[in-house]
């Protein structure tokens, strides 16, 4: 009797709680639906050499989409990231025409650290808004760095081969930039599962009253997570002058509202508490794949951006509708 | 009653800043006089409806990323539809444009409520959809303004019984900024829709169980958004005779000058007034940074540590106040 009690659920709501039990399936099968739809629409585009490139390209976005993402869990954003890209790009590029290029690195990477430390101190010490913050410091970065310009233009600039090699190379199908994106997607995974700090930016994000009671230094997570966001944007920088091999004043900027898409598309809260890296990693290839697909598609460019914003909506419209009705 | 004190205070001490700076221009450059004052007022004039839009959204507890993308696609509507035409369509063209901006801020505003995607995602993919149909319109700065929307800003306005020098000092734009601003906020501010719109973003949910109709309302203050900045967007084909389909650095100044006004990014507090003396504030820094001959890059930065220094001084004595 009690067996017959039991009805059987409907397809559907099993789908449905199915995919809110794992976010990350309906994102793959976007991305493979994304795929698929290049594939027919140019058959035979989709081979080894095309997703090396697709890999190459979405590594720096999923990078600079890792900072949005661990800032975001705390309720932040950091919308410095381009800025502290271009900065370490074009340091490390006009550097090292004249410096050992160790001396180069370190120097591209002070502007990240120092950008991150004034960040970290905005937001977690004297409690400024993110979003102002972030932008503040990334308009005094450009302004330096306008400036700096003009003192090296005679210099030249050159990309040292090794970043060259990291950004462009491929070896045996993969590309080289792989070496340097799975353990840093790795670490960044572990810290955010597995230590002490990663569960500190959840439950920062969550109730950042609750964490200070419970004894937490607020401003030294925050500051911590500033810094840790900005040398990994600096990183990002050099990966990305490797791979366009041309500096320039807005280098990384384009990367930067995309980012935050990513993470978005990728299931992390904009409110905090909720995400992870896993989801930001598919989505920045998502996005990646998508601006492929646009390109082919040859539309105008402004039909082609209209799309672009109209399907970022949409998908984290329908993401949202799927993660969260349970 | 003291936060009503502190917020005017802030007013206040802007206003007194901004008169510092006018002394400081006048020390710098004893020449600074009525004309200066007008080209200042004219360079105000787009920063000042970008800073309104961004206003409206933020008291009532949203952001909107679209501002600067929104003056943009309604700069190059107005100045392609005014190419080649005659001045008398000039008074169609002006009110068409206004429309296009309610409608489209409106829809920024339904997007939140019906995708319930957070406001800074949905005016971020808004930013994106506006900018390229701005591309779609206008693939080049280009298109034409009619003349007497021109003159609308350019000179001063004679006031009968006023001496002339006192006429000088009062630029069209200054009195256009003033007037389409005032038309709108004051009744906004004085009905029972205003209110609700401080009531949303000071706290939603007690709003909303105050009866405050608090979908309508959000629509309706992205909807004022698209407005005002669709009037920057005509301020800005007015002031440059052209339309270009990229957008200028009006989103930054806008949050920028937001926070400096005194409009807290939370919502529910602050009002136009601080914001739009604020945009003054910063505009004549940097005229006075430009007239010292100093490097106009140095001068992003300066601009952009001012910004961070006043904001974090700002959040710092507020929380001197909570303690």
């Not at chain 2, 020449?31 to 933020?58: H, I, K």
């Not at chain 2, 008074?91 to 406001?119: E, H």
């Not at chain 2, 149909?133 to 306005?157: F, N, Q």
């Amino acid at each position: 009797m009690s067996i017959s009690a039991i009805q059987p659920v409907p397809f559907g709501r099993r789908l449905k709680r199915f995919m809110a039990d794992r976010p990350l399936i309906p994102l793959i099968i976007l991305l493979v639906i994304l795929v698929v739809i290049l594939q027919v629409l140019r058959p035979g585009i989709v081979n080894e050499r095309w997703i090396a490139n697709t890999i190459k390209f979405a590594i720096p976005l999923a990078i600079l989409a890792g900072c949005q993402t661990m800032t975001m869990l705390t309720g932040g954003i950091d919308l410095s990231v381009g800025t502290v890209a271009t900065m370490s790009a074009f340091i490390m590029a006009t550097q090292v025409v004249n410096q050992d290029p160790a001396v180069a690195f370190l120097l591209a990477m002070m502007p990240a650290v120092l950008i991150g430390l004034v960040n970290g101190i905005g937001v977690g010490v004297f409690r400024v808004h993110p979003l102002i913050m972030t932008l503040g410091t990334s308009l005094i970065g450009t302004g330096c760095l306008q400036v700096y310009q003009r003192t090296v233009i005679a210099s030249g600039a050159k990309i040292p081969d090794f970043l060259a090699w990291l950004g462009t190379g491929v070896t045996y199908g993969f590309p080289n930039a792989l070496l340097l994106f799975v353990p840093l997607a790795a670490l960044i995974v572990f810290t955010l599962s597995r230590t002490g700090f990663g569960r500190l930016l959840y439950a920062v994000g969550d109730s950042e009253r609750a964490t200070r009671l419970s004894g937490v230094q607020y401003w030294q997570v925050i500051t911590a997570l500033y810094v840790i966001s900005s040398v990994l944007a600096g990183v990002t920088g050099l990966l990305y002058i490797g791979l366009i091999k041309a500096p320039s004043l807005s280098l990384a900027e384009p990367l930067v509202l995309p980012s935050v898409a990513a993470a978005v598309i990728g299931g992390t809260s904009i409110f905090g508490g909720r995400g992870g890296y896993t989801g930001t990693i598919i989505g920045a290839l998502i996005l990646t794949v998508l601006t492929t697909l646009l390109t082919i598609l040859q539309m105008p460019e402004g039909a082609r951006r209209i799309l672009f914003g109209l399907i970022v909506l949409f998908v984290t419209a329908a993401y949202l509708r799927i993660v969260e009705e349970r | 009653m003291s936060r009503l004190l502190r917020r005017q205070g802030w007013v206040a001490g802007l206003f007194a800043l901004l008169v510092i700076l006018f002394i400081i221009t006048k020390l710098i450059q004893p020449g600074y006089g009525s004309g200066d004052f007008g080209s200042l007022a004219r360079a105000v004039l787009p920063y000042a409806f970008a800073v309104a839009a961004q206003t409206v959204v933020v008291i009532a507890g949203g952001i909107d990323l679209s501002v600067a993308a929104m003056m943009a696609l309604t700069s190059v509507t107005a100045a392609s539809m005014m190419n080649g035409a005659s001045e008398e369509y000039a008074l169609f063209v002006v009110p068409f444009v206004l429309a296009m901006g309610f409608v489209l801020g409106a829809v920024n505003g339904i997007l939140i409520i019906v995708t319930r995607v957070p406001d800074i995602v949905v005016t971020l993919a808004m930013l994106f959809v506006l900018q390229g149909a701005a591309l779609l319109v206008l693939d080049a700065p280009g298109g034409a303004v009619a003349e007497w929307l021109k003159g609308l800003i350019s000179g001063t306005v004679p006031i009968p019984g006023l001496p002339d020098a006192i006429d000088a000092w009062l630029p069209k734009a200054l009195l256009v900024l003033i007037i389409c601003l005032c038309i709108i906020w004051i009744p906004l501010r004085r009905s029972k829709l205003g209110l609700s719109i401080y009531a949303i973003g000071s706290s939603e949910l007690a709003a909303f169980r105050s009866g405050v109709p608090v979908a309508r309302t959000r629509i309706i203050a992205y909807a004022l958004s698209g407005l005002f900045a669709a009037f920057g967007g005509l301020a800005l084909t007015m002031s440059t005779g052209i339309g270009a389909p990229i957008p200028g650095p009006y989103l930054l100044a806008s949050v920028a000058a937001v926070v400096l006004g005194g409009v807290a990014l939370g919502g529910g507090k602050g009002g136009l007034l601080g914001p739009i003396v604020a945009v003054f504030v910063l505009r004549l820094v940097r005229t006075d940074l430009t007239l010292l001959a100093i490097d106009p890059n140095v001068t992003a930065i300066i601009e952009g540590a001012i910004m961070v220094a006043v904001v974090m001084f700002g959040a710092f004595i507020t929380m001197r106040g909570r303690q």
